[in-house]
């Protein structure tokens, strides 16, 4: 029973560190770098780019951005290996006719992208972009699709975790290494405590200092009323 004791007051502190480990919202999900993604294959009808948009948002995510080569490439082969995608994903952009630029609906910033050998002249308006999976590369189309045969989606790791200083971590590591080491010296302790028991080894300390007197004699300074003995 002593032996079980340690595991046993582990097993909460395992547990709580196995849940800080897990960024994202569940197994289903994928973590890449500092976000979460998610392909609900789920074909589905829609009638406009916000639709498919609010599948996403209903997991609390958004619809796909894509940031540099590394992040294309690992959704590329995760598309192929694991989810199964179609040759065409919508990726989460638009074209702002204000700016006659691309934009993400996640309102990150447009810092890469991927785009294929394309005739450049025609109006952009209501116009979306799709990842070719086989290839790699963004291509051009219209946001109002009628169906798509899945949507990929994206989210950021807890606030928390991922905005955290320098300070914070630090403080949460050694709160965390304290928690651990305090932990385990208890249970020494209390294993050791056992054990002892069980061998019938107690030690007894007593701290009334005993008296070289018998407990029915007094001695009185004044009156010689009793003889004080020694042993």
Known sequence: ????????????????????????????????QDNCYIFLQEASQVESIEDVRNQCTHYGAD????????????ILDTLKKQWKGPDDILLGMF???????FKWFD???????????QDDSEDLVDTC??????????????CEVSSVEGTLCKAAVPYEKKYLSDD?????ALVTASTVILT???????FLYKRSSEFGFTTVFSTAPQS????????????????????
Not at 63 to 74: D, K, L
Request: aromatic residues 12%; proline residues 4%; hydrophobic residues 50%.
């Open 168 to 172: 914070h971590i630090l403080i949460s």
């Open 212 to 231: 070289p007197y018998d407990d029915d004699c007094v001695l009185v300074v004044a009156e010689d009323e009793c003889a004080v003995q020694f042993h």
């Open 1 to 32: 029973m002593a032996r079980a004791a340690l595991p046993a007051l582990l097993l909460p502190l395992l547990g709580l560190a196995a849940v800080a480990a897990a960024d994202c919202p569940s197994s289903i999900w994928i973590q890449f």
């Open 129 to 142: 972009g799709f990842l070719h999976t086989k290839t790699g590369e963004w291509k051009k189309g219209n």
């Open 63 to 74: 619809m796909i951005s894509i940031h540099n080569e590394e992040e294309n490439a690992f």
């Open 95 to 101: 074209y702002d006719t204000d700016d006659a630029s």
């Open 107 to 117: 309102n990150s910033d447009m810092t890469f992208d991927k785009w294929a050998a």
């Open 184 to 190: 385990v010296f208890g249970a020494i302790i209390w």
